[in-house]
């Protein structure tokens, strides 16, 4: 295990995925509210043989699954082939997972650069991939050099703002501080994640 940037200072392997236990390592359950009125619940989970993203809404239910390599969305028992892009749409709404596994989640870390100021230091890791089918050139991490403790990921995009998802209302559990609320800004509404359980990390 090596020290490098999670929740807390949390030691993750650098091996990635393949390194992790034959289960769901992580999994997270939230409520969403959005800044249009929108509700609805979130269930996410990662692990060694991929990772899914359930949204639940008073009238449907989205399903998307990857295993790293496709994407599907699972409907009424049937699961659909979606296209490639989409593994990156998924690994984008596991805020937990692109902090703990940043690296595996974004093909490498292409640098890291300063983001802050002498008062307020701030560490920004830049991945490797993007998504040209959903205009973003690389998704980033910023956190805080002298904790580890991340402040935000952002998904910078050709010609607008980055979206940017901050991190909030921070726990300490088993020790370990946990951010339980996440406010993810697109530029056009606000999505503001307020964690039940977050378990695996």
Known sequence: MSASIALGGCAVSDKGIAALPDRPVLLTIADVTVSDGTQYSVTTGYGPHGAFYKAEYPDRIVHYSTDGEAAYSLEGGERTELPESYVFHIESQLFH??????????????????CGTEDEPCREKIGKEGSRFFG??????????????????LAYRK???????????????????????????DGMRTFDYRYRSIEGL
């Open 97 to 114: 997972a692109q902090v703990s596994e940043f690296a595996e989640l974004n093909e490498g870390v292409s640098m890291i650069r300063s």
């Open 136 to 153: 973003v050139h690389y998704r980033a991490l910023q956190a805080d050099p002298r904790t580890g403790i991340p402040f935000a990921i």
């Open 159 to 185: 010609g607008q703002s980055p979206v940017v998802a901050r991190f909030s209302d921070w726990r300490t559990v088993d020790g370990m501080p946990l951010a339980y609320r996440v406010v993810v800004e």
